[in-house]
């Protein structure tokens, strides 16, 4: 089946600092990818949609200059948190998707972000 | 506007007994629907889709789920459940006019008793 990867799954770092989450498709290419952010206990919230070499679309809320989205490649998207802080602690998922309206998304594991 | 209902939060199951996880969607066509699974601290794992044809749709580890269009109903079933089926069980559907993107239910804690 479809995999994808999410790197790292773990980052605790200091209020401040920049952090790059990467996603990518092992198997497959992935026209489109999306970004989500999960709070606890609750559902996922979508954050950005991307397409391979296009900028991507932000949800309403999400500010573009904080979350960084590079969709480089059919097989690499990544988020970059900027000077981040820790109202930015999150998990944050990636997904991605093959063309067409019909094929599903595949979720990366996550990666729980820590903002001390 | 499409929305998407989990009607329990949390359902409580005996080992080795059936379970039904409900999921209704507000839209007006035959949207494209999911069923996925997330386990603690991970991400999603697809179980099973509904595209068109046969509305009884099967997936992996057991799990089963069909489209009633009367009722805009997409509920999954698994005729035993397992301890390592607790986990959340997240609903969403995609449509036209959805530009390509989930719409998700709030999710469904599954809690099974041993």
């Known amino acids: 089946g479809a995999v994808v990867s999410q790197h790292p799954s773990w980052v605790i770092c200091k209020s401040g600092t920049s952090v790059k989450i990467e996603c990518r498709s092992l198997d497959f290419q992935a026209t489109t990818m999306f970004w989500y952010r999960q709070f606890p206990k609750q559902s996922l919230m979508l954050m950005a949609t991307?397409?391979?070499?296009?900028?991507?679309?932000?949800e309403q809320g999400v500010e573009k200059d904080k979350f960084l989205i590079n969709h480089a490649s059919l097989t690499l998207s990544t988020l970059t948190v900027t000077s981040a802080h820790p109202e930015d602690s999150s998990f944050y998922i990636c997904?991605?998707?093959?063309?067409?309206?019909?094929?599903?998304?595949?979720f990366g594991d996550g990666t729980r972000l820590s903002i001390l | 506007a499409q929305s998407v209902t989990q009607p329990d939060i949390h359902i409580t199951v005996s080992e080795g007994a059936s379970l039904e996880l409900r999921c209704n969607y507000s839209y007006g066509a035959t949207p494209y629907l999911f069923w996925y699974v997330q386990s603690p601290g991970q991400g999603l794992q697809l179980l099973l889709k509904?595209?068109?044809?046969d509305t009884l749709v099967q997936g992996i580890k057991g799990f089963e789920a069909e489209f009633k269009r009367s009722q805009s109903s997409f509920n999954l079933r698994k005729p035993s459940v397992h301890w390592s089926d607790a986990a959340e069980y997240f609903c969403a559907v995609v449509t036209m006019d959805s530009n390509y993107q989930l719409i998700w239910g709030a999710g469904t804690k599954l809690i099974i008793k041993p």
């Open positions: 509904y595209f068109s044809g």
């Open positions: 997904s991605a998707r093959d063309s067409g309206l019909d094929q599903p998304q595949h």
């Open positions: 991307s397409n391979e070499g296009s900028k991507a679309t932000y």
